[in-house]
């Protein structure tokens, strides 16, 4: 059985099927000549043909370059000037016509491919045109051939294409792109009048992104990429007027944006770079564009950069586009001129104006108070701002991800103090409970920086402090934010994590001294605007004792942090003395004995061994510790300890006595006057008499003569003296008006008076020597404090005369006080003055001149100490000028190993990277090459070691006023002369290279000079330099002060003790007549006492016949003015 016929179409037709469309390469020649040029582009209705000429036009304008022969130049100008119009000015003048028509043809036959062969012809050709400057006419006809009616809706045509039809719209925007840059942009603005043809599809287009995998290719960019480029060169050569209205089109923003972490680097900083340079910097586009333009969808795309991964080749030449993004959102968050930062006033919430007349009237009244006014306590839940834009967007960021993200929220909340309390409360379901991990780290530092931002100047009014303070709760969420709370610092201080708690401490250390600020500022305010301010404050301290822990888990998170943990000591002790300082009414109310706390602070800090900063670290927790002390009620400041045995007034007293004056810390001087005060040791410091600062004086001048640091029979003799005066002052002070009635006598030295029998009859020989040189000193300075002289004089009798009887029964036996080692030249016949000869008052000031005189100590161990240590600590140590100093040794074969270690020094510094390396190294080469010889015949000259020793601490300190003629005169030469007196001629002659450092250069000047001065044959050398009457005649200067001419009389003194120096200074200089004037010019009894005390000095050593003779015994009349 045959199959039946169909009832459809007839048997032998064909079914209807879907055209193939086929994209067929197109085909090209070689360009040799404009005629054959012109051929290839001439209008044809066979689109094939055209194709082929477009195609050949377009290699030959890819090789062009501007390295193109000259005959390749002259082929596009000569067919570029045949296709130009007769009319080429009027204004229907079509340039290319032949190419323009083909455009139209093939959109009219609806081929693609030509279609999109003319627009990248197009676009290269006028790319191409626009670096050659002859061609500029003719780039111009053709830009404005685009603008005419037929060619924009061909624009309009292939810019609408289908989505499909990326190789139609690509090329299009970017024949519009050249069209608007071309010539600088010159008919940009006619393009964008046109906008409804040209930017009509610019959003669409943007959203048309590369859909393969990774990143596009910068040699095939998506219509996405052309579109955004057109974007920016439009927003670049438009007027303002003209930009506002393309930042106007609709959903530009979104477009721009919505996928912008996908494109590829190089776009992305283009884009940053454009909207940075030609719109937020745009001081004509007004704010209210750019807050537009800069919305929450916007930046929070942007945040999404901060993740960007994709790479392309070439990107380690350029900026990372994390730090592009965040610059350009730092730029755009913390400047007022972008537009997305808007007016605020700091802590005063939106609708506060703190400068609003109606603020002045409701603060006005006796009995207005912060209760009465409404919106004080509001804004505990929701806090509104001006920023809502920032505020929306720094919610969205991740901070504890990313180093960056947490920079860009604390620079926002710098610039929009504001924002603070609004962030926290937002974010309350983030909490901060101790979990040691990345993000509770970032977190952390999110909070501490937070903490660590100042508080707005006026709290954020821009006219000074407003009548009304701002909301106490805003304040106190500035200072300490919410997620910080009291049970989440409890559970961090006590966290296991060495970390955690020491973040907690440095955390609460901020926030005291916030509020510090804070108080600080409320009570300003306060002095001129009234009691509301007062009330704020108090309020303040109220709420923020509330939230913050309580002082007792302070302390005990404190002991329990190791001894070895410096840092988290010091850290520890500065939030005790914030406690006390900042809200004493808290830390008061925990009871808290910081006596073992201080006892065991001091004795860390007599351990050896340590390094300059664990020291450093030491003593600041020190000075934290005695703060707190001096804040607390329950010190015991005189209750002894099993170790040390000394309480710890006396310790300190200790400490103050061992620490360099340079890094003494200021607490401890105040503290220790602030309980002798309190304890009555002494007289008030408004009156006469002996005071705390003649007790360290006397520690002072008896450590320069004794020893006194390791030795526990003279702390323990003083300990025992504070210790009995403070129990029972009014005791002693009674006692003191017996001993000596209606006189300034401190109770301290009435204690010493009744406890100075025992200690003499205890017997202990080594107890009594440094007892009797710590009674001599005192005693000493007592007397220039004018105490009662008789009992000063009772004081010395007993111990002088237990250690005498002492001395006879055990001779040899008494460890006798060493005094400063002096060179042997310096070993010369001294004349000894027996006090009971001489005045009282003189004898001692002529001690203390003698006394304060500077000997040079030599340490033989220099030799080999140096080496073991760096080159800071050879330098700022002291180990470079002791070596020097070992120059001046008496033995041959000491000054010759110091030489060879000098050598050996100035290399190790030269190699090192030390700051002043050659300054130094210049100096000690220069030193050694100049007393090479010298070392073999005998010690080296005086003043060129004291010079070299001197400049020395110069050359340390770049500040230093000698620190330029020091320089100069390194460079001078290479040796120095041995016969005489560096810079001498250059400080007492010259100007000063600091208008306001001539007396700190001379006192620097008389310094040396006096250490120069220890043997005959320096003498010698002072007579022979004339120096004697170049620094005499300094005293006739009126403006120079008392250190000063003492130095003078130091220099004086210093050449009495060497054999014919009395004789020299008579004869040669006439010293007693220059004695004579000093005399009559000093009204101060004190100084004219201790003149009369050294000219009686300078007759006792001199060569008595010989300056009778001299002096026809005329001398003897001046000897007996001196008697009256």
Avoid at 189 to 195: L, P, S
Avoid at 217 to 235: G, V
Wanted: overall charge neutral; charged content about 25%.
């Amino acid at each position: 059985m045959g199959k039946r016929a169909s009832r459809g179409a007839p048997p032998n037709s064909n079914p209807r099927k879907r055209v193939k469309v086929a994209h067929e390469a197109p085909t090209c020649e070689d360009v040799t000549t404009s005629r054959q040029l012109r051929q290839l582009l001439a209008f044809e209705q066979d689109l094939g043909k055209a194709r082929h000429g477009l195609q050949s036009f377009k290699v030959f304008l890819d090789n062009f370059s501007s390295e193109s022969s000259s005959e390749r130049l002259d082929i596009l100008s000569q067919y570029l000037q045949a296709s130009t119009p007769k009319d080429h000015d009027g204004p229907d003048a079509v340039y290319l016509e032949d190419v323009m028509a083909t455009w139209n043809y093939a959109s009219q036959m609806g081929n693609d491919d030509v279609l999109s062969a003319v627009t990248v012809v197009l676009a290269l050709l006028l790319k191409v045109v626009s670096e050659i400057l002859d061609l500029r006419p003719q780039g111009l006809g053709i830009c404005r051939t685009l603008l005419q009616k037929r060619q924009l809706e061909l624009l309009a045509k292939n810019l609408s294409a289908d989505k499909a039809k990326a190789f139609i719209i690509s090329p299009t925007l970017r024949l519009v792109r050249e069209a608007v840059c071309f010539d600088g942009g010159a008919l940009a603005r006619a393009f964008f009048r046109d906008r409804k043809y040209a930017y009509d599809s610019l959003t669409r287009n943007m959203r048309i992104k590369f859909l393969g995998e990774g990143v596009e290719d910068s040699r095939r960019t998506s219509p996405r990429t052309n579109a955004i480029r057109l974007l920016m060169s439009s927003l670049k050569f438009l007027h303002w007027e003209a930009k506002r209205e393309l930042l106007y089109e609709r959903d530009l923003t979104g477009a721009l944006t919505s996928s912008i972490k996908d494109d590829p680097p190089y776009l992305i900083l283009e884009v940053l770079d454009g909207l940075k340079s030609h719109v937020l910097m745009d001081k004509h586009l007004p704010a209210e564009t750019k807050s537009r333009l800069l919305n929450t969808t916007m930046l929070t795309r942007l945040a999404l950069l901060y993740a960007y991964s994709h790479t392309t080749p070439g990107d380690a030449e350029t900026r990372p586009v994390d730090d592009a993004a965040h610059e350009f959102l730092m730029t755009v968050c913390t400047s007022s001129e972008s537009g997305a930062l808007r007016t605020e006033f700091g802590l005063y919430p939106k609708g506060v104006d703190p400068n609003n007349d109606q603020l002045h009237d409701s603060a006005a009244g006796s009995d207005v108070s912060l209760d009465r006014i409404v919106w004080a306590n509001k804004f505990k839940e929701d806090v509104p701002v001006h920023n809502t834009t920032l505020s929306e967007f720094i919610k969205t960021l991740r901070p504890w991800n990313s180093p960056k993200q947490s920079e860009l929220i604390i620079a926002v909340f710098r610039a929009a103090p504001e924002l603070i309390a609004d962030y926290f409360l937002g974010k309350r379901d983030f909490t901060f409970e101790p979990k040691l991990s990345a993000t509770w780290i970032g977190y952390a530092a999110l909070l501490f920086n937070t903490v660590q931002l100042p508080l707005p100047p006026f709290f954020g009014s821009k006219e000074g402090f407003s009548p009304v303070p701002p909301p106490i709760s805003l304040v106190l969420d500035n200072i300490l934010p919410l997620p910080v709370s009291q049970k989440v610092l409890v559970r961090c201080l006590s966290h296991e994590s060495k970390l955690v708690s020491f973040f907690a401490t440095r955390l609460l250390v901020l926030a005291l001294q916030k509020l510090d600020m804070a108080l600080q500022m409320m009570h300003n305010a306060s002095s001129t605007l009234g009691p509301l301010w007062s009330e704020a404050a108090r309020k303040l301290t109220d709420e923020f004792s509330q939230r913050c822990l309580d002082l007792k888990y302070a302390t005990t998170a404190f002991r329990g942090i190791p001894e070895e943990d410096l840092l988290s000591r010091e850290a520890g002790s500065r939030l005790l003395r914030l406690y006390y300082q900042v809200i004493p009414q808290v830390a008061l109310l925990a009871k808290f004995d910081v006596s073992p706390l201080l006892v065991n602070a001091i004795k860390r800090l007599d351990r050896q061994g340590r390094s300059t900063q664990d020291q450093a670290l030491a003593l600041v927790e020190l000075e934290n510790l005695v703060a707190v002390a001096k804040s607390s009620p329950g010190m015991r400041w005189f209750a002894k300890a099993k170790s040390p045995s000394l309480s710890p007034f006396t310790s300190l007293l200790k400490v103050h006595l061992e620490t360099p004056e340079g890094i003494l810390p200021e607490t401890l001087e105040s503290t220790l006057a602030f309980v002798a005060t309190e304890h009555e040791f002494f007289l008030s410091e408004d009156q006469e008499g002996f005071a705390l600062r003649h007790l360290f004086l006397t520690l002072n001048r008896l450590h320069a003569r004794v020893p006194i640091t390791s030795s526990t029979e003279l702390w323990g003799f003083l300990d025992n003296c504070l210790q009995r005066c403070s129990a029972t002052p009014i005791r002693y002070i009674e006692l003191a008006q017996e001993l000596a009635p209606n006189t300034k006598t401190s109770p301290l030295t009435a204690t010493i008076n009744e406890q100075l029998p025992f200690i003499v009859r205890s017997g202990d020989a080594s107890a009594l020597a440094v007892v009797k040189e710590f009674v001599s000193v005192y005693t000493t300075v007592a007397r220039a404090a004018n105490e009662h002289e008789p009992l000063l004089k009772a004081l010395q009798k007993p111990v002088g005369a237990a250690f005498i009887r002492k001395m006879d029964t055990d001779a040899g036996k008494i460890p006798l006080p060493e005094s400063p080692a002096t060179p042997d030249a310096m070993a010369t016949t001294e004349v000894a003055i027996d006090p009971s000869q001489k005045g009282h008052k003189s004898y001692e000031a002529l001690s203390s001149l003698a006394a304060d005189s500077e000997i040079l100590e030599l340490d033989n161990s220099a030799l080999l100490r140096w080496t073991t240590r760096s080159v800071g600590e050879i330098i700022d140590e002291g180990y470079a000028s002791s070596l020097v100093a070992l120059l001046s040794s008496s033995h041959t074969s000491i000054r010759k190993e110091a030489l060879t270690n000098i050598f050996k020094m100035a290399a190790k510094i030269k190699e090192s990277s030390h700051e002043e390396k050659d300054q130094v190294w210049l100096l000690l080469v220069e030193l050694a090459e100049s007393c090479k010889t010298e070392v073999d015949k005998g010690p080296a000259p005086g003043q060129i070691v004291a010079f070299a020793r001197r400049a020395l601490d110069v050359l340390k300190n770049p500040l230093h006023c000698l620190y330029d003629k020091v320089n100069t005169f390194l460079t001078r030469g290479p040796v120095w002369s041995l016969d005489r007196f560096p810079l001498l001629h250059e400080v007492l002659q010259e100007a000063p290279s600091r208008d306001d450092s001539y007396y700190a250069s001379v006192s620097w000047l008389l310094g040396y000079l006096l250490e120069s001065l220890h043997t005959p044959s320096d003498l010698a050398l002072f007579h022979k330099r004339r120096v004697y009457e170049r620094i005499l005649s300094l005293a006739s200067n009126s403006y120079m002060r008392l250190p000063l001419r003492s130095l003078l009389l130091r220099i004086v003194h210093r050449t009495t003790c060497l054999e014919g120096g009395s004789t020299t200074l008579i004869t040669r200089f006439g010293v007693i007549s220059w004695l004579e004037a000093q005399r009559a010019q000093r009204s101060s009894a004190v100084e004219s006492e201790l003149l009369k005390a050294l000219q009686q000095r300078i007759w006792d050593t001199c060569d008595q016949e010989r300056i009778q003779e001299w002096s026809g015994k005329g001398i003897t009349m001046v000897i007996d003015d001196w008697n009256l």
